[in-house]
């Protein structure tokens, strides 16, 4: 068969990777065999690509494993009453009735009652589209991204020291730099190529410092010549000392504040009496380090400062950024190689939608909601009467009144509100309330698709064009490399469609067909939206940028075609982008200079007390991203952290009684959620880290976001989604049961297998405790694990045998103990395909190595049954996945180090840490003389 590529970009962080994607068939739309659709079967990195020049870390080297059709959109979807299930509609009928919804509201309660939710993962393209759709047509700044929960506060730091919200490096600056100050950012698992320049670097001038800011001693930490494990929440503090102690030894630089900034003098006044001694109580770290740190960044020729959640996530957000670019104007370090603050943007287009406008309180082309001109240009550039003078409502605040009914209908596009926000309990009521909500979305077994009445297809990752922004400002073209399944269209011709439409029913609900309730003719909309593809979307975007400071009027999806991905600003005549700002030192404010902006000086919006003593914080797995809708579809991306859980400090475990595996109920003052508590010893006494990504579709709960709460950043609207005080409580589940299933068919394996987790993902509310998730590698299969007070009835049972297709296999009960076992072999090969084992389950941890394995039952088969927790012939236990590009495992390489193997030698025997380098952190962290030991 023919083997086509197509030049693309990863669809995870914002580091924004070139990818070749591999496809069966010559072209998008081919046909393959008979009537078998075009398909991805390989992705590699492009060595081309100025953004990762081949690497990919292991989210990115496994997207073709992530494309399968199981648990896709694939029709719209409506429903006419809550009381009954969504039945498949055409796209004339879905968009129709979503403009008779949307236009009814509209018409009673003005156009503040509708809102969009959209998302950081769509391209350019797509949220141009929706914001003109919302500020041009509809008359409402009721447009927010889930961007809100990432980069809003990094957004806001910018403009408010800076001027504008324009990242001044590049990711070559990473190789000139002496220092890199990475604050609140586990790097080497959040953005793992950026890591590898990093550790390049390190190689290549061992001299140069690394300082780390981060509650916990994670893979980044370990890497650390000054790890600064600060309290949860000082992080002004701690920058703002770090200042003090700049000041008091002289290294600042005062000619550079004085030609080149405003402010100063009272922020100097602020930070006087914070001395080391003072902050270092609150920071939780030594005074001599963080009169260290600051000799280090005052003394560094080109310090880079690098950061992202842990800054960002925070009710005082904006202050923790302002606190940490003040170091370089203060230092005068910004502008020139090597040197600049550089937030690391946390989705793949997260910069696009700033580019454009679409949050509540921007507008396209860095212009400004409140300001009159702005507003008048931008009506005048779209041909519309008028911009809305009023900000929009942000993402807490959206759900806020869509809670409170002054929001009717909400359209959400391309993210998961009913997983990634904050105080679930409540977004999730506030859906159930609302009119009517539509959820456009490539997958339609994500959480939130629970909600809607309108369920629409969109094309995702692979199958549609357009453009992203990286972290460094650098523009890149997606491209198709096969067509969307089902009837799935590209986010923007959906919303273009559903504009046009609208347009028309507001005419009809007035009764005057040329009048729309905000002054617009109805032809408007058919002008507004009258798009043929993606360049043209994309040429009226840039054309929105003459003579701005993001200006890539230059720019056009041909420009990019023959050159290739490039950085703004980028104005009409230039022959390439700009790899630095303010250079001039000349920065994009009125007067030209930057600004020492105001902070504020609190901790975290809730405190620990008696009743709440822990500090909860959460963030990423290395090989999972987001609520897993994509990453989760990947078996072998499991491996590496298969099972959620509560990670605490051994002291912590063992004051209060528990040992590691045991359920605890978790409690903060929003919500109770339930999982295992496993020791971690890169946490503090007092602290507790639960990963972000599990949600409703794996847990029996909806994960850790139901613990935390909706405060956010006056300035940013940035929610705390970092911290929370919490507390643990023993749980009295004594009945167990553990369900693994691998598929029959190793053709249709994965396929197989997500289907039977859509399947169990459902019944999960039915126990008090449950999670499911992805095992194995080369024989994928779903695990099922249940902790209930009483034994499951004989109806459930019935119905998990049913589900997992265990009917006709090995099977044992003894109704005495509440006890049931199945077992099921595969007739030619002999591999364990299934096990069911409920109300005693002592062998399920080698029952599943010796499902993973995919070896021959064997003489094992007369021990399926037993209740022993250990194998009873010579069988190794796998352990962990560490490598997931090699499936190398924790005991493989403990092995190798304790037969005094170094990393090099474990390299070239194992091959761990030679492709996606995701690993190497971790490998490093292993072979220390304190790990082998243990």
């Given at each position: 068969?023919?083997?086509?590529?197509?030049?693309?970009?990863?669809?995870?962080?914002?580091?924004?990777?070139?990818?070749?994607?591999?496809?069966?068939?010559?072209?998008?739309?081919?046909?393959?065999?008979?009537?078998?659709?075009?398909?991805?079967?390989?992705?590699?990195?492009?060595?081309?690509?100025?953004?990762?020049?081949?690497?990919?870390?292991?989210?990115?080297?496994?997207?073709?494993?992530?494309?399968?059709?199981?648990?896709?959109?694939?029709?719209?979807?409506?429903?006419?009453?809550?009381?009954?299930?969504?039945?498949?509609?055409?796209?004339?009928?879905?968009?129709?009735?979503?403009?008779?919804?949307?236009?009814?509201?509209?018409?009673?309660?003005?156009?503040?009652?509708?809102?969009?939710?959209?998302?950081?993962?769509?391209?350019?393209?797509?949220?141009?589209?929706?914001?003109?759709?919302?500020?041009?047509?509809?008359?409402?700044?009721?447009?927010?991204?889930?961007?809100?929960?990432?980069?809003?506060?990094?957004?806001?730091?910018?403009?408010?020291?800076?001027?504008?919200?324009?990242?001044?490096?590049?990711?070559?600056?990473?190789?000139?730099?002496?220092?890199?100050?990475?604050?609140?950012?586990?790097?080497?698992?959040?953005?793992?190529?950026?890591?590898?320049?990093?550790?390049?670097?390190?190689?290549?001038?061992?001299?140069?410092?690394?300082?780390?800011?981060?509650?916990?001693?994670?893979?980044?930490?370990?890497?650390?010549?000054?790890?600064?494990?600060?309290?949860?929440?000082?992080?002004?503090?701690?920058?703002?000392?770090?200042?003090?102690?700049?000041?008091?030894?002289?290294?600042?630089?005062?000619?550079?504040?004085?030609?080149?900034?405003?402010?100063?003098?009272?922020?100097?006044?602020?930070?006087?009496?914070?001395?080391?001694?003072?902050?270092?109580?609150?920071?939780?770290?030594?005074?001599?380090?963080?009169?260290?740190?600051?000799?280090?960044?005052?003394?560094?020729?080109?310090?880079?400062?690098?950061?992202?959640?842990?800054?960002?996530?925070?009710?005082?957000?904006?202050?923790?950024?302002?606190?940490?670019?003040?170091?370089?104007?203060?230092?005068?370090?910004?502008?020139?190689?090597?040197?600049?603050?550089?937030?690391?943007?946390?989705?793949?287009?997260?910069?696009?939608?700033?580019?454009?406008?679409?949050?509540?309180?921007?507008?396209?082309?860095?212009?400004?909601?409140?300001?009159?001109?702005?507003?008048?240009?931008?009506?005048?550039?779209?041909?519309?009467?008028?911009?809305?003078?009023?900000?929009?409502?942000?993402?807490?605040?959206?759900?806020?009144?869509?809670?409170?009914?002054?929001?009717?209908?909400?359209?959400?596009?391309?993210?998961?509100?009913?997983?990634?926000?904050?105080?679930?309990?409540?977004?999730?009521?506030?859906?159930?309330?609302?009119?009517?909500?539509?959820?456009?979305?490539?997958?339609?077994?994500?959480?939130?698709?629970?909600?809607?009445?309108?369920?629409?297809?969109?094309?995702?990752?692979?199958?549609?064009?357009?453009?992203?922004?990286?972290s460094e400002r650098r523009i890149s073209r997606v491209r198709a490399a096969v067509s969307p399944p089902g009837e799935a269209r590209p986010d923007w011709e959906i919303a273009a469609e559903f504009a046009r439409r609208l347009g028309g029913k507001l005419g009809e609900k007035l009764g005057t067909p040329k009048v729309l309730p905000t002054g617009r003719a109805d032809d408007t909309a058919n002008r507004l939206f009258k798009f043929n593809d993606a360049a043209e979307i994309f040429a009226e975007h840039v054309g929105l940028t003459v003579g701005r400071d993001l200006d890539m009027s230059?720019?056009?999806?041909?420009?990019?075609?023959?050159?290739?991905?490039?950085?703004?600003?980028?104005?009409?005549?230039?022959?390439?982008?700009?790899?630095?700002?303010?250079?001039?030192?000349?920065?994009?404010?009125?007067?030209?200079?930057?600004?020492?902006?105001?902070?504020?000086?609190?901790?975290?919006?809730?405190?620990?007390?008696?009743?709440?003593?822990?500090?909860?914080?959460?963030?990423?797995?290395?090989?999972?991203?987001?609520?897993?809708?994509?990453?989760?579809?990947?078996?072998?991306?499991?491996?590496?952290?298969?099972?959620?859980?509560?990670?605490?400090?051994?002291?912590?475990?063992?004051?209060?009684?528990?040992?590691?595996?045991?359920?605890?109920?978790?409690?903060?003052?929003?919500?109770?959620?339930?999982?295992?508590?496993?020791?971690?010893?890169?946490?503090?006494?007092?602290?507790?880290?639960?990963?972000?990504?599990?949600?409703?579709?794996?847990?029996?709960?909806?994960?850790?976001?139901?613990?935390?709460?909706?405060?956010?950043?006056?300035?940013?609207?940035?929610?705390?989604?970092?911290?929370?005080?919490?507390?643990?409580?023993?749980?009295?589940?004594?009945?167990?049961?553990?369900?693994?299933?691998?598929?029959?068919?190793?053709?249709?394996?994965?396929?197989?297998?997500?289907?039977?987790?859509?399947?169990?993902?459902?019944?999960?509310?039915?126990?008090?405790?449950?999670?499911?998730?992805?095992?194995?590698?080369?024989?994928?299969?779903?695990?099922?694990?249940?902790?209930?007070?009483?034994?499951?009835?004989?109806?459930?049972?019935?119905?998990?045998?049913?589900?997992?297709?265990?009917?006709?296999?090995?099977?044992?009960?003894?109704?005495?103990?509440?006890?049931?076992?199945?077992?099921?072999?595969?007739?030619?090969?002999?591999?364990?395909?299934?096990?069911?084992?409920?109300?005693?389950?002592?062998?399920?941890?080698?029952?599943?190595?010796?499902?993973?394995?995919?070896?021959?039952?064997?003489?094992?088969?007369?021990?399926?049954?037993?209740?022993?927790?250990?194998?009873?012939?010579?069988?190794?236990?796998?352990?962990?996945?560490?490598?997931?590009?090699?499936?190398?495992?924790?005991?493989?390489?403990?092995?190798?180090?304790?037969?005094?193997?170094?990393?090099?030698?474990?390299?070239?025997?194992?091959?761990?840490?030679?492709?996606?380098?995701?690993?190497?952190?971790?490998?490093?962290?292993?072979?220390?003389?304190?790990?082998?030991?243990?």
């Amino acid at each position: 068969m023919q083997v086509s590529e197509t030049r693309s970009v990863c669809c995870y962080c914002g580091t924004g990777c070139g990818v070749i994607i591999e496809t069966v068939g010559a072209k998008v739309g081919s046909k393959v065999g008979s009537g078998e659709t075009a398909k991805i079967i390989n992705v590699r990195g492009d060595p081309d690509h100025p953004a990762n020049f081949g690497r990919l870390c292991s989210k990115g080297a496994s997207l073709h494993l992530t494309t399968q059709r199981t648990g896709r959109a694939l029709v719209p979807e409506l429903r006419t009453s809550r009381a009954e299930s969504r039945v498949p509609v055409s796209w004339d009928t879905a968009l129709d009735t979503a403009a008779e919804r949307f236009a009814a509201i509209i018409k009673a309660h003005g156009p503040d009652a509708i809102a969009f939710y959209i998302s950081g993962q769509l391209l350019t393209e797509d949220y141009y589209v929706f914001n003109k759709l919302a500020r041009g047509l509809v008359g409402t700044n009721n447009i927010d991204s889930n961007s809100r929960l990432c980069m809003s506060s990094a957004v806001a730091g910018y403009k408010a020291t800076l001027g504008s919200d324009a990242v001044p490096c590049s990711y070559d600056d990473i190789a000139l730099s002496d220092l890199f100050l990475l604050a609140g950012s586990n790097t080497a698992w959040a953005h793992p190529i950026v890591f590898r320049r990093i550790e390049d670097a390190k190689v290549k001038n061992p001299e140069l410092k690394i300082i780390v800011v981060d509650p916990r001693h994670t893979d980044t930490a370990a890497m650390a010549d000054l790890h600064l494990a600060i309290t949860p929440g000082s992080d002004v503090i701690l920058y703002s000392t770090m200042l003090h102690v700049m000041l008091w030894e002289g290294l600042v630089d005062e000619a550079f504040i004085a030609a080149h900034t405003t402010g100063f003098s009272t922020l100097r006044d602020k930070v006087r009496e914070l001395t080391p001694a003072a902050a270092a109580a609150t920071c939780g770290v030594a005074a001599d380090d963080i009169v260290k740190a600051a000799r280090w960044f005052g003394q560094a020729k080109a310090p880079l400062s690098m950061w992202c959640q842990g800054l960002n996530q925070s009710t005082h957000g904006t202050s923790n950024n302002a606190a940490l670019i003040h170091l370089h104007l203060a230092t005068g370090k910004i502008g020139q190689p090597g040197m600049g603050p550089f937030s690391l943007t946390g989705q793949p287009n997260a910069m696009g939608g700033r580019e454009v406008g679409a949050m509540a309180n921007l507008l396209p082309g860095h212009r400004d909601l409140s300001n009159a001109a702005d507003r008048e240009e931008l009506a005048a550039l779209w041909g519309v009467p008028s911009i809305p003078d009023q900000p929009g409502k942000t993402a807490v605040e959206l759900f806020d009144a869509l809670h409170e009914g002054k929001i009717k209908a909400v359209w959400i596009a391309c993210t998961n509100p009913a997983q990634s926000m904050p105080d679930q309990t409540k977004v999730r009521e506030a859906l159930v309330k609302a009119e009517f909500v539509v959820v456009q979305d490539a997958y339609a077994d994500i959480e939130t698709a629970t909600f809607a009445d309108l369920l629409l297809p969109a094309a995702s990752w692979g199958e549609k064009e357009g453009t992203v922004t990286n972290s460094e400002r650098r523009i890149s073209r997606v491209r198709a490399a096969v067509s969307p399944p089902g009837e799935a269209r590209p986010d923007w011709e959906i919303a273009a469609e559903f504009a046009r439409r609208l347009g028309g029913k507001l005419g009809e609900k007035l009764g005057t067909p040329k009048v729309l309730p905000t002054g617009r003719a109805d032809d408007t909309a058919n002008r507004l939206f009258k798009f043929n593809d993606a360049a043209e979307i994309f040429a009226e975007h840039v054309g929105l940028t003459v003579g701005r400071d993001l200006d890539m009027s230059g720019m056009s999806h041909a420009i990019l075609e023959k050159n290739g991905p490039q950085q703004w600003p980028f104005p009409q005549g230039a022959q390439g982008g700009q790899a630095r700002l303010y250079a001039d030192h000349r920065f994009a404010t009125a007067d030209g200079r930057a600004l020492f902006a105001p902070l504020t000086f609190t901790l975290t919006a809730e405190a620990t007390d008696a009743r709440y003593p822990l500090r909860l914080t959460t963030g990423r797995l290395r090989d999972q991203w987001h609520g897993m809708s994509r990453t989760g579809r990947a078996a072998r991306l499991a491996a590496h952290e298969p099972t959620p859980r509560l990670l605490l400090n051994m002291l912590d475990i063992e004051r209060r009684g528990f040992k590691p595996g045991e359920l605890a109920r978790i409690k903060s003052r929003r919500g109770e959620i339930i999982l295992p508590v496993s020791p971690s010893d890169e946490l503090k006494p007092g602290q507790a880290f639960i990963a972000m990504h599990w949600g409703a579709r794996s847990l029996s709960h909806a994960g850790v976001n139901q613990l935390m709460l909706s405060a956010f950043d006056p300035i940013s609207k940035q929610p705390e989604l970092k911290a929370a005080a919490i507390r643990i409580e023993p749980v009295e589940l004594p009945y167990r049961l553990i369900a693994l299933r691998a598929a029959d068919d190793a053709q249709v394996a994965d396929e197989q297998v997500l289907r039977w987790r859509d399947l169990l993902a459902k019944l999960l509310p039915s126990f008090d405790y449950a999670a499911v998730t992805l095992a194995g590698r080369e024989h994928p299969f779903v695990m099922l694990s249940v902790a209930n007070a009483m034994p499951l009835s004989k109806e459930m049972l019935d119905k998990l045998v049913a589900v997992l297709e265990l009917e006709e296999c090995t099977a044992y009960s003894d109704p005495h103990r509440a006890i049931v076992k199945r077992a099921k072999a595969d007739a030619t090969s002999d591999r364990l395909l299934g096990v069911l084992l409920a109300g005693e389950t002592s062998a399920a941890d080698w029952l599943r190595d010796l499902m993973a394995s995919g070896q021959s039952i064997g003489e094992l088969r007369r021990w399926l049954f037993a209740a022993t927790a250990k194998p009873p012939l010579a069988m190794a236990s796998a352990g962990r996945t560490v490598c997931n590009c090699f499936g190398v495992t924790e005991t493989q390489i403990n092995n190798l180090y304790r037969q005094g193997a170094d990393l090099d030698a474990l390299q070239a025997q194992l091959k761990c840490g030679t492709s996606c380098g995701s690993c190497l952190p971790e490998l490093r962290r292993m072979g220390t003389p304190l790990a082998k030991a243990s």
